[in-house]
């Protein structure tokens, strides 16, 4: 069965810091993944989203992300983290074929100082 | 732009009643979820259903949990008889298709004392 790894469970980053969290997933075959933000309080939120394409894709609030096929990884980018980004991030698969689910990473808590 | 609507906000029941989580996913959509999210840990996958019917289920989605789609536009998680480790968020999400992204609801927070 898939699986989503992300290695950092809390990040904790000065404003203008840039960020990378990483994600990587275990399956074989053709992907969609996705990066979803939970701001305090807050409902998951879609960040950005790779289909196919350009592996390099572009989000909401200046995040990005890179699909690397070699290495089943899609770590989400940010060059310059503002404090209002502080926030939970998920990163989540699906297997394209196989179910219809996503199936989510175990989150990175990330906290910007002021 | 259409939202995922949940209630209520907040549940809070005792040990072994049932409670009943509604949903009303965006119209036009076809593939409804349910996951649940406990305190400080990650996002679970308890049920997909599409064409009135569940498509997949977890292991954490056992006899006490049911899913309904009675009127044609509400989506409901009911569950049996609760127990103290039920005590989660539960997000409702639905997608046009698959291969969509997963639009969520607000979430239900699930109390059980």
């Known amino acids: 069965a898939q699986s989503v790894s992300q290695h950092n469970h809390h990040v904790i980053l000065s404003e203008a810091a840039s960020l990378e969290l990483g994600c990587n997933y275990s399956?074989?075959?053709?992907?969609?993944l996705f990066w979803y933000v939970q701001y305090p309080g807050q409902h998951l939120q879609l960040l950005l989203k790779?289909?196919?394409?350009?592996?390099l894709v572009k989000g909401i609030k200046g995040f990005e992300a890179e699909f690397i096929k070699s290495k089943f990884s899609f770590n989400l980018r940010k060059p310059s983290v503002q404090w209002s980004d502080t926030a939970e991030y998920f990163c989540?698969?699906?297997?394209?074929?196989?179910?219809?689910?996503?199936?989510f990473g175990k989150g990175t808590r990330l906290h910007i100082l002021p | 732009e259409p939202e995922v609507t949940q209630t209520p906000s907040h549940q809070v029941t005792q040990m072994g009643q049932e409670v009943i989580l509604r949903c009303v996913p965006i119209?036009?959509?076809?593939?409804f979820y349910w996951y649940r999210q406990i305190l400080g840990q990650k996002v679970e996958f308890l049920v997909s259903f599409y064409n009135n019917e569940i498509s997949e289920k977890s292991e954490i989605f056992d006899d006490q949990f049911s899913v309904e789609r009675p009127d044609g536009s509400n989506f409901t998680l009911k569950i049996r008889s609760t127990k103290l480790e039920d005590s989660a968020m539960y997000f409702c999400a639905s997608v046009p298709g698959t291969d969509s992204p997963l639009h969520f609801g607000n979430g239900t927070r699930l109390t059980v004392t």
């Open positions: 790779y289909f196919s394409g350009d592996p």
């Open positions: 989540a698969v699906n297997a394209v074929g196989r179910d219809d689910k996503i199936i």
């Open positions: 399956y074989g075959g053709t992907v969609n």
């Open positions: 119209s036009n959509h076809l593939y």
